[in-house]
């Protein structure tokens, strides 16, 4: 099959800039460390750091993502979420000059132990989470440990919220209040807010908000749109439909036969699949975009192709190109009918999908 007929990608930078700005006007006095983890959602790691410009700082996950922005030249500091998993990858972090968020007692006694060299790190905080982090009844205990440590500098505490998403739950509001009162009086920055922080916390933005989805133009809250919150999308995900079959009443279509056409009608075969990113449980009438018009997914998602009801619209031809996400249709409505959320839909583009 020709390139030109496959699944495409391209990537909006000035979209993604524009969101950038949409954290900046929410948090207006606090620090944005830029959450880039998993190849940037999906979006080209690298490209992502080099476009944000005017970010204090950027979030990955590990030492290799680390190393990945280190090699592109990337001059901001370099923030290692899961921090070190064993002696290797601290004396890799000592070396390069990251920036260590530490949650574990392992790595409090690594670093006791075999630390050589300067390490700067933050401290993760379990407020309600309870993933990684130190427990609040601990804070004053790993303190004091660090301050015994001279070649640590201490640059603050953190900690992640586990409904920010839900603007009606009260546990937010009941995790800033306990990790205030865990760090009050101790010495150090303070950051709380993830993207559903910055949008619907104020009280948490504090010295550093950590924006990740918001960037990528995908709204944090379930009941609030993107568009709403004035974000814009990144990711264009696009294919082409590569040829329209003339159905007949009764046909099925696709896999399992779980679909029949009720009427002789238009079928549009699109060149995309789940070998492609798309999402294999998409349900019957996600919408796609074509020329402007939505026509609905039938059938179930094969590997190389999906196929849509041109019924509203039989002329539409082969070589047309069909919008799966992005402009004109919210990832977040292809996420919902794929029960599903958008982080994992930009996460899972595949390789072979080709990229501009």
């Known amino acids: 099959m020709a390139g030109g007929c496959r699944a495409q990608l391209s990537i909006d930078l000035e979209a993604l800039r ?4 949409q954290v900046r006007q929410a948090a207006p006095a606090s620090k944005i460390m830029a959450a880039v983890k998993a190849n940037g959602y999906g979006h080209g790691m690298v490209k992502v750091a080099q476009a944000l410009t005017e970010a204090d700082a950027f979030a990955v996950a590990t030492v290799a993502e680390a190393l990945t922005l280190k090699r592109a030249k990337i ?3 370099i923030v290692i979420l899961e ?3 064993d002696l290797e990858e601290l004396n890799l972090a000592v070396e390069e000059g990251f920036i260590c968020v530490i949650h574990s007692p392992y790595q409090l006694e ?6 050589q ?10 407020s309600g989470m309870h993933r990684l982090g130190f427990p609040l009844s601990r804070v004053e205990s790993v303190n004091s440990r660090l301050a015994k440590m001279e070649n640590v500098e201490l640059i603050g505490w953190m900690s992640h919220f586990s409904d920010a998403d839900d603007l009606n ?16 009086g101790l010495k150090g920055e303070r950051s709380l807010a993830n993207s559903g922080g910055i949008l619907g916390w104020p009280d948490s933005h504090l010295d550093w908000v950590r924006p990740g989805i918001m960037l990528y133009g995908s709204s944090p809250f379930a009941n609030k749109s993107a568009e709403e919150l004035g974000l814009r999308p990144v990711m264009h995900f696009t294919a082409k439909i590569i040829t329209v079959n003339r159905c007949q009443q009764g046909d099925s279509v696709g896999y399992g036969s779980s679909w029949q056409c009720p009427e002789d009608m238009a079928v549009g075969v699109v060149s995309v699949g789940y070998g492609d990113g798309y999402p294999r449980h998409a349900a019957f009438g996600t919408p796609l975009l074509v020329n402007g018009g939505e026509y609905p997914l039938i059938g179930r998602v094969s590997m190389d192709m999906v196929t849509i009801d041109l019924r509203s619209n039989p002329d539409l031809k082969t070589g047309d190109e069909v919008v799966l996400w992005g402009g004109g249709l919210p990832v977040d409505r292809i996420a919902a009918s794929a029960t599903t959320i958008s982080y994992e839909l930009f996460c899972g ?5 080709v990229r501009k």
């Open 169 to 184: 739950n009260p546990k937010t509001d009941r995790q800033i209040d306990d990790f205030s009162r865990a760090t009050a």
């Open 117 to 126: 060299g300067e390490l700067k790190v933050w401290v993760k905080i379990d």
């Open 83 to 85: 921090g070190f998993l």
């Open 110 to 115: 690594l670093m006791e132990n075999k630390l």
């Open 18 to 21: 524009h969101n950038f700005q």
């Open 349 to 353: 583009v595949t390789q072979r999908v």
């Open 75 to 77: 001059s901001q500091p």
